[in-house]
């Protein structure tokens, strides 16, 4: 039971972790320094975390109401249209970020709200699994120490890869700084696209498409290096055709803005 | 990083997180097989056990415990088993470790045939005890590295408070250095780290020292250099107009400018003497209205050379303040306003404690007052009206003197209209300052 803690609740936390680390240092690099840039305060993140969690709360006890939604799909779709929403806002906030910011002075709003629906429908999906499986465990008493003593170590590595990557980010020069959370946000997308493809085919909303290859053998994703790259870089053992296709197309996306295009001149 | 404190104790805190919980986690994994090895080791003694048993005796309600079973058959019969065995074989005649499935149950099976009696013996034990038993005993390890965290985040708090101590004392050194203090820096303690920083503000405080007095050193030559030409100057400027005619366009204007020149070096002397690395030193405890008094009674003949009224209301005032500086304030505001003011005009200077006890000093006239388009530009520097003022003589840099004493003594000055109808209101107030 403890080690199946560990593995589910690392796999949620350290995904809202990563991306929280990568957005605060891309964020922190803003201002002055970067033309037309504009750096969001600590609020904003305060705000989405708080808002996530009671999102995740929220999800979690409507969960059973859901998954009757389309044909007993619901929390498929309803899973993959956060995912589209959270491609969208890191879509929206890269892109405000740059080029509204030269016209309008103090905090940008549009940028705020875009971080603030990302982090928060972040925190609400992963969140919303956690919460499902303590209320799963508390059910059987014999199981309920092991589960939190695995709750406890997975969220202190999750949280603990969160700060290290924030500080090896913001440790770089700016300009450096701005590339790799860039290329990480990207990738990140790239990792929602795809895991939207997987939840949708799930779903039977699309066909199966052929499986590009396995590397189950050299590294599962089941193991702690495993779970840190699929957080980090949306690692799969097994891709599909649609879920390549849809990575790239994501990361491409999040590449079009012009603060990415301009961080790599 | 925003602060040296949070990022030693969030990066040290989070390593030793990462990798402690990383190596519980392995060393969970790891003790977990052990527990594997060393239960299956037990399952093989029970064999041993079972074995020697007189099994003639044993019936079905012989009980090892709920989580044991056992079966020793006779090639097809059975010849004692424990309850919750099954009627047939539990596991395959295979010699070696296996799982089963019986009595509801998922099962760690052993199987051995014995030669000497021509048995097989056959035990089991149930996989889910085993590794409830083999898991909290292994998590009895993990939990103290959990729980210790907390302890660990304190003591690595309380660490680096101790270790950047000496950097903030110095910090507070710096700040709570007046401005005046050009001595040393001198920490009680001052570990290895800081002390090419301490060397090196102590280097910076001696080269501001040499350059402060260099600067002192020019301002006094300087002096000296330009008053005595322009004192030359105004003696040939009267000899002169004893030969030439003194009531000439040119005439005038050339003493008009020998006066301003004088002027400026008169003024630009004074923003000397009041910079605030002197005022500390100069500073007295004063009686304002008295102070007013002698500069209005200095002041007096140039407001009665045109007519214009000089009252002053107001009792006795104390202070803490440097009275060169105060004077030269007041100096200054009478010198604008009996300049700006119509000849039998009128200008008042009153010393008084407002409503908040904060003492306020106001001169105020009846003159054409300050355009509104002045109003935000007339403290800064050499800034001269464009509003009719070019015919008064002035250089620009009496309202900055005003301001800049004002601000050493933490006071607000400000302009609005005078309580006369026409005319300017500037007001002086001085913060409250504790009885002494």
Redesign the interface.
């Known amino acids: 039971?403890?080690?199946v803690a560990?593995i589910l609740i690392l796999q949620e936390i350290l995904e809202a972790a990563l991306l929280l680390s990568v957005l605060l240092a891309v964020n922190q690099q803003m201002g002055p320094h970067l033309a037309g840039t504009r750096k969001l305060t600590l609020h904003w993140y305060a705000a989405a975390i708080v808002t996530g969690i009671f999102g995740a709360a929220l999800f979690a006890w409507a969960m059973p109401t859901v998954s009757e939604w389309f044909d007993y799909a619901g929390q498929e779709v309803i899973n993959a249209l956060m995912h589209l929403v959270v491609i969208g806002g890191l879509y929206t906030h890269c892109l405000l970020l740059q080029t509204n910011a030269r016209q309008t002075p103090g905090p940008h709003i549009g940028a705020g709200v875009a971080l603030i629906v990302v982090i928060t429908l972040s925190i609400t999906r992963e969140g919303a699994e956690i919460f499902l499986y303590i209320n799963g465990i508390m059910g059987t008493p014999?199981a309920v120490?092991?589960a939190l003593?695995g709750a406890?170590?997975a969220g202190?590595?999750g949280?603990?890869?969160g700060?290290?990557l924030y500080?090896s980010l913001?440790g770089f020069s700016r300009v450096v700084t701005l590339r790799i959370g860039l290329v990480l946000l990207a990738l990140f997308a790239g990792n929602m696209a795809a895991q939207t493809i997987l939840l949708l085919t799930q779903a039977d909303w699309m066909p199966y498409t052929p499986q590009l290859w396995d590397t189950t053998g050299l590294l599962t994703e089941y193991s702690?290096t495993g779970q840190l790259l699929y957080a980090l870089i949306g690692y799969e053992a097994t891709p599909s055709l649609a879920q390549a296709v849809s990575y790239v197309a994501a990361m491409l996306l999040l590449a079009s803005t012009p603060l990415f295009r301009q961080s790599w001149r | 990083m925003r602060s040296i404190r949070q990022f030693l104790l969030l990066g040290a805190l989070a390593v030793l997180t990462l990798f402690s919980f990383i190596a519980a986690l392995r060393g969970y994994q790891s003790s977990m097989q052990e527990a594997e090895t060393l239960f299956d080791t037990q399952l093989l003694d029970l064999s041993q056990l079972v074995a020697n048993l007189d099994v003639g005796r044993v019936n079905n309600d012989f009980r090892l415990g709920n989580n044991l079973a056992f079966q020793v058959w006779e090639q097809q019969s059975l010849l004692g088993a424990s309850h919750q065995a099954p009627a047939i074989d539990m596991t395959p005649r295979v010699q070696g470790f296996d799982f089963a499935n019986f009595d509801g149950y998922r099962w760690r099976t052993y199987a051995r045939f014995d030669e000497d009696q021509n048995r097989w013996i056959m035990v089991a034990e149930r996989t889910d005890l085993r590794f409830v038993l083999a898991e909290n005993v292994v998590l009895e390890t993990v939990l103290p590295i959990l729980l210790g965290i907390p302890v660990t985040g304190l003591l690595i708090w309380l660490i680096v408070s101790k270790g950047l101590k000496p950097l903030i004392q110095l910090s507070a050194d710096l700040q709570q250095k007046p401005a005046h203090d050009l001595t040393p820096l001198q920490p009680r303690e001052t570990p290895r780290e800081l002390v090419p920083v301490v060397n090196a503000v102590n280097g910076m405080i001696q080269r501001l020292g040499a350059a402060l007095e260099r600067e002192k050193r020019l301002s006094a030559d300087a002096a000296h250099e330009l008053r005595t030409p322009i004192a030359a100057l105004k003696i040939q400027l009267h000899n002169l107009a004893q030969e030439v005619d003194a009531h000439s366009d040119s005439f005038q204007q050339l003493e008009q400018g020998v006066e301003r020149m004088g002027h400026l070096v008169e003024q630009l002397m004074a923003l000397y003497r009041t910079s605030p690395e002197r005022f500390d030193e100069a500073c007295v405890e004063l009686d304002l209205h008295a102070l007013a008094q002698e500069v209005v009674a200095r002041w007096y003949p140039l407001f009665d050379a045109k007519q214009q009224t000089l009252e002053l209301l107001g009792d006795r005032c104390l202070l803490r303040g440097d009275p060169f500086a105060l004077e030269t304030l007041l100096a200054n505001l009478l010198s604008n306003a009996s300049k700006y003011t119509p000849e039998q005009g009128r200008v008042q200077v009153s010393v008084l404690r407002n409503a908040d006890a904060r003492v306020e000093m106001v001169v105020q006239d009846n003159g054409p007052g300050i355009a509104a388009a002045d109003a935000n530009h007339i403290f800064e520097r050499f800034y001269r009206s464009e509003h009719g003022s070019h015919s008064v003589p002035g250089c620009g840099l009496g309202l900055t003197i005003v301001q800049h004493v004002a601000e050493l003594h933490h006071a607000e000055v400000s302009v609005g209209p005078s309580d006369f109808g026409s005319g300017a209101a500037f007001r002086v107030v001085f913060p409250l300052q504790d009885p002494r």
């Open positions: 039971m403890f080690l560990v014999t120490t092991p003593l406890g170590l202190g590595i949280i603990s890869a700060i290290l500080y913001v702690v």
